[in-house]
């Protein structure tokens, strides 16, 4: 079927006329969007569903929602028969946000689900805290995270808090697209809807302050500055770290109003400094020992601290989990609290430090494809038998234990706190105190590179230059011969040297190549899953003794990740 002959589906009397009148413009202009609209479905990626709003089958609409949604009512119905089933619903800040997600509750009440629905704006890990601690069999919050103001996206969680996963992802999926337009029930039954908001903030908060503290050292000394970058986290994070026993805490005001425009930056992105820069400015003015910032949907937070000549400097999300997990294990340990039987997460794209701080203080690290669903699996799989601590990804997201089953901004931001404000009163800063792990683990360093492709053109460009980096490997980076190459969609392991391939099993499949040299250097190549990208994750290591050599191997490392980006032709 033809990308027209698609659109022209869409004129179909079951499509509300506002939706019609939109599908003939473009066809009647010969737009380009035309295209782009319609050549293919909405896919779920590691994120769920994520695209442009607008009409067609690869935008995010009334009809596209609606799909998902009766797809997802049809499994579940299917999966707890003889139950009340219950599910959560959040939404962001985003454009349309608060109206994608009464559409969603209409779509579940319609056919008999009982519906928590937030009354405004809120962090996705709230969602995910939430239907936990309300018993519900499933939740969907409306966001697309820190992607461009004309995205929106929908996400589902089952009943352990987590966001789906085999088999039920795939299960969702095959409902999703077996079910037609026009059998989406529309009409919902608001008797079916309970509204909640403050007092679920509350018991949200006090559980992140709970799993999330261990002392009380100096924390009337910090100086906070913090943005919500026009996101979710204005209702929540302020609110924990007061409650936690912070003083000064200074908010970016012009930031703290929620926008789906994100008026004051060009990306609502914690993990690029453009982000945080008002933030970093009014530090200057506060004196602050530490700023943070939080993405839309308050999953990810970006941490800048001062460095070794004073300046406020973003932390790479690799750092501040370095710093967040050591801080944590060292804390368990003190409490005698590992017996063996604790583990980490962490993922195959993230540094390979966290082997190391696992082996240091006798836990296991585990490792799951990319996106925090996986490290929510890795509970599940073990809940009962193997304790989890926490876990993070290179991607400006961690967790403290599993009370939230997601990346939670809220619950790492109070304890940053607790971390940079037991350094002040130590007399040295978060910075300082990453260097001394380096001393005792390693420095590792990290260099992303993105490449943005957008459109179905860009689609097959990507889909080309996975396929070439397979076909044709790297035979040496910054002068180090590859020694492995790790291919997750074949699931094998090639060791060069040997010229033997390995099976790896223990994760599943996924479009992504690894590449490890003999100095151990690591690239990792792969497609977003929820944005029009392809992404090379560049991590290279050495050891320093001291804050003057720190200076000099920090030099020496990021040389050598210009010298790999060059060897990929990525400049």
Known sequence: MTTLEKAKLWLHESFDEETRNAVQLLIDGN???????????LEFGTGGMRGIMGVGTNRLNKYTLGQATQGLANYMLK?????????????DVRNNSK????????????????????????????????????????????????????YNGYKVYWNDGAQI??????????????????????????????????????????????????????????????????????????????KAGFKKIDLVKEQMIPSGNFPTVDSPNPEEPAALEMAMDLAK??????????????????????????????????????????????????????????FIGSTIVTSDIFFDIAQKFGVQCKVGLTGFKWIGKMIRDVEG??????????SFGFMTGDFVRDKDSCGSIVLACEIAAWCKANGRTMYQYLIEIYQEIGMYYEGLVNLVRKGRDGAEEIQNMMKNFRVNPP????????????????????IVS??????MNDIPKSNVLIYYTQDGTKVCVRPSGTEPKIKFYISVKDSITSEADFREKLKSLEEKIQEVRKDLKLD
Do not use: M
């Open 31 to 41: 737009s380009p969007d035309l295209e782009d609209s319609f050549y293919r479905e």
């Open 79 to 91: 999966q707890f028969p003889d139950e009340e089933i219950k599910v959560a619903i959040a939404y």
């Open 99 to 150: 109206e994608f997600g009464k559409l969603v509750a209409d779509v579940l009440t319609a056919n008999g689900i009982k519906v928590l629905l937030f009354k405004d704006h809120r962090p996705t890990p709230e969602l995910s805290f939430t239907v936990r601690n309300r018993k519900c069999h499933g939740g969907i919050v409306l966001t697309a995270s820190h992607n461009p103001p004309e």
């Open 165 to 242: 996963v085999p088999p039920h992802d795939e299960a969702i999926i095959n409902e999703v697209y077996s079910v037609k337009f026009e059998e989406i029930k529309f009409n919902g039954n608001d008797d079916l809807i309970e509204w909640i908001g403050e007092e679920q903030d509350e018991v949200y908060i006090d559980a992140c302050i709970e799993n999330s503290t261990y002392q009380n050292v100096g924390k009337e000394n910090l100086n906070i500055v913090f943005t919500s970058i026009h996101g979710t986290t204005y209702t929540t994070v302020p609110k924990a770290l007061e």
């Open 285 to 342: 003015i506060t004196n602050a020992d530490i700023v943070i910032g939080t993405d839309p949907d308050g999953d990810r937070l970006g941490i800048a601290v001062r460095n070794l000549d004073g300046e406020i400097e973003l932390l790479n999300g690799n750092q501040t989990n370095t710093i967040l997990t050591y801080y944590i294990l060292n804390e368990w340990r003190k409490q005698d609290r590992i017996t063996g039987k604790e």
């Open 385 to 394: 038998k193997e304790k989890f601590i926490c876990g993070g990804e290179e």
């Open 475 to 494: 035979k040496a980076l910054s002068g180090s011969p590859v020694e492995e190459v790790k291919d997750f969609k074949e699931q094998t392991n090639f």
């Open 498 to 503: 040997k010229n033997e391939k390995q099976v």
